[in-house]
Every structure is written in structure tokens, then in C-alpha cells.
């Protein structure tokens, strides 16, 4: 069963980083493509970052590029978000999530993305 499990959030003034970590197993890093998402309170969910399998091609929204970078970690078992130059607007619940969708992996639909961590929380003050 594949499972994951998010960390490294929590309270940044706005300006600062924060590395956000998606743990799960060799495997599941190697079999699914992974996505990072985030969600704000009253919003939609949104695709934020996807690597694909083997932490190949790594892939950054447009809005984003530039300040957040996703890559696998050197020992295969977790997938890192790096946010930098953090603004408010960024603040909400981060989520990994796992697929094995191919063509439409960079779309970063939520509903193919089948399991999910249970996400941690973001916030940025001003």
C-alpha cells in the first residue's frame, strides 16, 4: 500500500523559506509520479509541483517557478519542496499525493492523483 507522510511545515514570516518533505518508500518513489498540492481555506485544492518517477523531470507550475523547487531526495525515499521568498497568498495545507498517470502528469489533476498524505500546514505572516 503505498503510503506518505508530509513535514516541515509551519509559521514563516513573509520573505522566508520553508522545505517541505513527502517520506514514503523507495518504491513508491520509483512507481508513482509525485505531486505536490496546497490547499487555502475556502479554495480549491491546487497543483503546486510533480516529479516524475525516480525523481526524473522535475516540474514547477508557472507561478511558481522561481521561488519554489521540487527534487527527490539522494536517498530515494522522499520528495522535497523548497519554498523561498514566501508570501501570505502561499499559506495553506500542504499535500503530497501519488499517481501513475503518464501523458497528464504535469497537469497535476487532483483526481488522478489516488493517495494522499495527510498534509501540513503553512503559514505566512506579514
Not at 59 to 86: C, E, H, K, P, W
Amino acid at each position: 500500500q503505498v503510503q506518505l507522510a508530509e513535514s516541515g511545515g509551519g509559521s514563516v514570516q513573509a520573505g522566508g523559506s520553508l522545505r517541505l518533505s513527502c517520506a514514503g518508500s523507495y518504491a513508491t518513489m520509483h512507481d508513482y509520479i509525485i505531486g505536490w498540492f496546497r490547499q487555502a481555506p475556502g479554495k480549491e485544492r491546487e497543483g503546486v509541483a510533480a516529479i516524475y518517477r525516480g525523481g526524473l523531470y522535475p516540474y514547477v507550475v508557472y507561478s511558481l517557478r522561481g521561488r519554489f523547487a521540487i527534487s527527490q531526495n539522494a536517498a530515494g525515499n522522499a520528495v522535497d519542496l523548497q519554498m523561498t521568498s514566501l508570501k501570505i497568498e502561499d499559506a495553506g495545507v500542504y499535500y503530497c499525493a501519488a499517481s501513475t498517470e503518464g501523458i497528464t502528469w504535469q497537469h497535476l489533476n487532483v483526481e488522478e492523483y489516488h493517495f494522499w498524505g495527510q498534509g501540513t500546514q503553512v503559514t505566512v505572516s506579514s
